[in-house]
Nanobody
Framework: VQLQASGGGLVQAGGSLRLSCAASGLTFRTYVIAWFRQAPGQDREFVAAVSWTGGTTLHADSVEGRFFISKDRAENTVALQMNSLKPEDTAIYYC???????????????????WGQGTLVTVSS
């Protein structure tokens, strides 16, 4: 039972990356799936969330208009398209599945109980 995050890498400022989160042994159906990130020495920070059922999304102010979360029902994955990357976006990015079935797009990490191992995104200036 796990979430697998992939797609991280090294990119120059202004560039783009697309992260993907896949589930193994658990389902995304009816749940809210989110991306968080954690930079060295900092707390884990909410990035974006999507409701698998309704498709509604929420993005943190710091990434609004640059990052876009989406779901792919056919592939059973959740993607995070990251554009116009900045050095301050450098972090390990984690995907997570919410604890309960509510459609509330929670931004608190304690609302999520299944986490992927993280994928490193490094943005050079």
């Amino acid at each position: 039972v796990q979430l697998q995050a992939s797609g991280g890498g090294l990119v120059q400022a202004g560039g783009s990356l697309r992260l993907s989160c896949a589930a193994s042994g658990l389902t995304f159906r009816t749940y809210v799936i989110a991306w968080f990130r954690q930079a060295p020495g900092q707390d884990r920070e909410f990035v974006a969330a999507v409701s698998w059922t309704g498709g509604t999304t929420l993005h943190a102010d710091s990434v609004e208009g640059r990052f876009f979360i989406s779901k792919d029902r056919a592939e059973n994955t959740v993607a995070l398209q990251m554009n116009s990357l900045k050095p301050e976006d450098t972090a390990i990015y984690y995907c997570a599945r919410k604890k309960d079935y509510s459609l509330h797009l929670a931004s608190q990490s304690n609302e999520y109980n299944y986490w992927g191992q993280g994928t490193l995104v490094t943005v050079s200036s």
